[in-house]
C-alpha cells in the first residue's frame, strides 16, 4: 500500500478571508455575502491613496463632467483590487508576476552585458578589416 503525503501548501497558500467586521466587544458592524480577500482591501486602501495623490489630474477631469471624477475615486481602485485578487497570470500570483516582470526588465532589458557561456561579460568591440586577396 502506497503511503500518500499531505501536502500542506495547499493550506499554507490559501488567502486570508475576511467575511465579518466585528468591533472589540464581539457586535456586527458590517458583513459580506461572499467572503473577501484582504489582499482586496489593502490595494483597494493603496489605490484609493494613489488616487488622493493625483487629485488634482481627477479634479481637472470633474470639472468637465460631472460626476466621472468621484466614479474615478471608487470604481478604479474596485476594479485594480479585484484585477490583483482574481487574475493570476503564468498561474502566480500578481505579486510575484510584477516582481518577475520587473526582475526581467533589469536583468535583460536594462543590463546591456552580453551572456557568453552563462556569465556576463564586456562586449570588445574589435574592428574587423576585411581585406581583398588574389586566389
Request: charged share 25%; proline share 4%.
Amino acid at each position: 500500500m502506497d503511503e500518500k503525503f499531505y501536502d500542506y501548501s495547499v493550506g499554507l497558500n490559501t488567502p486570508y478571508w475576511i467575511q465579518e467586521v466585528r468591533d472589540g466587544k464581539g457586535r456586527l458592524l458590517w458583513w459580506f455575502s461572499t467572503p473577501m480577500e484582504l489582499s482586496f482591501f489593502v490595494t483597494f486602501f493603496f489605490v484609493f491613496l494613489l488616487c488622493l495623490l493625483f487629485a488634482p489630474v481627477i479634479q481637472v477631469i470633474t470639472n468637465y463632467s460631472f460626476g466621472l471624477g468621484y466614479l474615478i475615486y471608487l470604481y478604479a481602485p474596485y476594479r485594480l483590487a479585484r484585477l490583483y485578487c482574481e487574475f493570476e497570470p503564468d498561474g502566480k500570483k500578481m505579486h510575484v508576476y510584477l516582481s518577475d516582470v520587473l526582475q526581467y526588465g533589469v536583468d535583460f532589458l536594462l543590463n546591456e552585458k552580453i551572456i557568453y557561456q552563462g556569465e556576463r561579460i564586456e562586449l570588445d568591440e574589435e574592428e574587423i578589416v576585411f581585406e581583398k586577396i588574389k586566389l
